[in-house]
């Protein structure tokens, strides 16, 4: 569990990351209920990620 902890936060510590991209990665691990909401400023914009994980 610790390398994919590290993973995610290699992949959100990068400047270039984005909602879509984290999608994306968590699609590839098996997720499927995941919203990506862009909320766009002056000052740029900021992805939130909703995602839905089942339970067992």
């Known amino acids: ?5 590290i993973e995610i936060m290699d992949l959100l510590d990068s400047a270039l990351v984005n909602g879509d991209i984290v999608r994306k990665y968590l699609q590839g691990r098996g997720l499927t209920e995941i919203e990506v909401k862009t909320i766009t400023g002056e000052k740029g914009s900021t992805d939130f990620v909703k995602i839905k994980v089942q339970g067992a």
């Open 1 to 5: 569990m610790l390398k994919q902890v």
